[in-house]
């Protein structure tokens, strides 16, 4: 078996190029079914074993799981995935990353083709569009992170929990002035459920509701901050710490100082880049930690699908 192979040479044995075999390795879209056979032939053939997870996508592992997050840049997944992946090492699994891109039908055609590799279990962060139908092969194999399916196993954070907390905390400090930045209702937990809590909030304590909900994005927040802050605002509340940093960029580009940041996520680089933000915790690595383990748990038979919820802790 030679290990000094590279993807260049991998290449030039299958007669494609270099980016097909990168495709290939990071199981891209892009290549033909009979393309992709012969470089995975060529790569067995050759003991081409670039990395860990390329290993376990040729089926040289026999415990393999695959996480798929909804993106790869996303700071509160890439905080669950940090707890998951030395909790899946610890019980000898192998780990595999693929990314869904908020599309459905990448899931499907992701999820064709862990079966296909008899891959023993996923764990999967979902989002709106992703349909019960669409899992039922798994349903004994699966875990679901921030979302919740009848008969399946599923992780989620408390989306009313997280922003009543924000808002009591505001409240019990004066501020009578909230304003919210969210994410459209159709995404059902960081959009619809925080919305809904920041209005319930506001209904049983008579304040007047002022919101937008532009979606996640970091530039998203720094464009619709202006639309919420009126002149008797004085504090503003965002579904996640991306939107937040995007607004807080608004308010010091225009020197704004009278209004105070409170957020969702505590993720590490809001709280070195703004420690003045108020930030609830959602627990984001237990979830991930407890996902892990779930799943595990439901491999080896040891565990029905179980439903969890991970409290918000006010930080």
Same mark, same amino acid.
């Given at each position: 078996?030679?290990?000094?192979?590279?993807?260049k040479?991998?290449?030039?044995?299958?007669?494609?190029?270099?980016? %097909?075999?990168?495709?290939?390795?990071? +199981?891209?879209? #892009?290549?033909s079914?009979?393309t992709?056979?012969?470089v995975?032939?060529?790569?067995?053939?050759q003991?081409?074993?670039?990395?860990?997870?390329?290993?376990?996508?040729?089926?040289?592992?026999?415990?393999?799981?695959? &996480?798929?997050?909804?993106?790869?840049?996303?700071?509160?997944? +890439?905080?669950?995935?940090?707890?998951?992946?030395?909790?899946?090492?610890?019980? #000898?699994?192998d780990p595999?990353?693929?990314?869904?891109q908020?599309?459905?039908?990448?899931?499907?055609e992701?999820?064709?083709?862990?079966?296909?590799?008899?891959?023993?279990?996923?764990?999967?962060?979902?989002?709106?569009?992703?349909?019960?139908? %669409?899992l039922?092969?798994?349903?004994?194999t699966?875990?679901?992170?921030?979302?919740?399916?009848?008969?399946?196993?599923?992780?989620?954070?408390?989306?009313?929990?997280?922003?009543?907390q924000?808002?009591?905390r505001?409240?019990?400090?004066d501020h009578?002035? &909230?304003?919210? @930045?969210?994410?459209?209702?159709? !995404?059902v937990?960081?959009?619809?459920?925080?919305? !809904?809590?920041?209005?319930a909030?506001?209904?049983?304590?008579?304040l007047t509701?002022v919101?937008? @909900?532009?979606?996640?994005?970091?530039?998203?927040?720094? !464009?619709?901050?202006?639309?919420?802050?009126?002149?008797?605002?004085?504090? @503003?509340?965002?579904?996640? !710490? %991306?939107?937040?940093?995007?607004?807080?960029k608004?308010?010091?580009?225009?020197? =704004?100082?009278?209004v105070?940041?409170a957020s969702?996520? +505590?993720?590490?680089?809001?709280?070195? @880049?703004?420690?003045?933000?108020?930030?609830?915790?959602?627990?984001?690595?237990?979830?991930?930690?407890r996902?892990?383990?779930?799943?595990?748990?439901? =491999?080896?038979?040891?565990?029905e699908?179980?439903q =969890?919820?991970?409290?918000?802790?006010?930080?």
């Amino acid at each position: 078996m030679d290990n000094r192979l590279t993807i260049k040479d991998i290449a030039r044995l299958s007669g494609v190029g270099k980016s %097909t075999v990168s495709r290939v390795l990071n +199981n891209e879209s #892009g290549v033909s079914e009979r393309t992709r056979e012969r470089v995975e032939a060529v790569m067995l053939q050759q003991g081409f074993s670039p990395s860990r997870s390329a290993r376990a996508m040729r089926g040289q592992s026999d415990k393999v799981v695959a &996480i798929i997050v909804t993106r790869l840049d996303s700071l509160s997944e +890439n905080l669950a995935v940090q707890t998951m992946l030395p909790a899946f090492y610890e019980q #000898g699994y192998d780990p595999i990353m693929m990314e869904s891109q908020f599309s459905p039908e990448k899931v499907v055609e992701h999820l064709a083709m862990l079966k296909r590799r008899n891959i023993d279990g996923v764990v999967l962060f979902g989002f709106t569009g992703v349909v019960e139908d %669409t899992l039922a092969n798994w349903q004994s194999t699966l875990v679901l992170m921030a979302r919740d399916a009848h008969g399946f196993a599923s992780v989620c954070y408390d989306d009313t929990g997280a922003i009543t907390q924000l808002m009591q905390r505001l409240y019990d400090q004066d501020h009578r002035h &909230i304003s919210f @930045l969210g994410v459209p209702t159709s !995404d059902v937990t960081t959009g619809q459920r925080r919305h !809904d809590a920041y209005q319930a909030f506001c209904q049983q304590h008579s304040l007047t509701p002022v919101a937008a @909900l532009p979606g996640l994005a970091m530039k998203q927040g720094y !464009d619709y901050a202006g639309r919420v802050i009126t002149p008797e605002t004085t504090a @503003l509340i965002c579904a996640t !710490d %991306t939107l937040a940093l995007g607004a807080s960029k608004y308010l010091q580009e225009r020197r =704004i100082d009278s209004v105070q940041l409170a957020s969702v996520g +505590n993720t590490p680089l809001t709280k070195f @880049l703004h420690p003045e933000i108020i930030t609830v915790d959602p627990g984001y690595a237990e979830a991930g930690r407890r996902a892990a383990e779930q799943l595990i748990a439901q =491999i080896s038979g040891k565990s029905e699908p179980l439903q =969890i919820v991970i409290p918000a802790i006010l930080t």
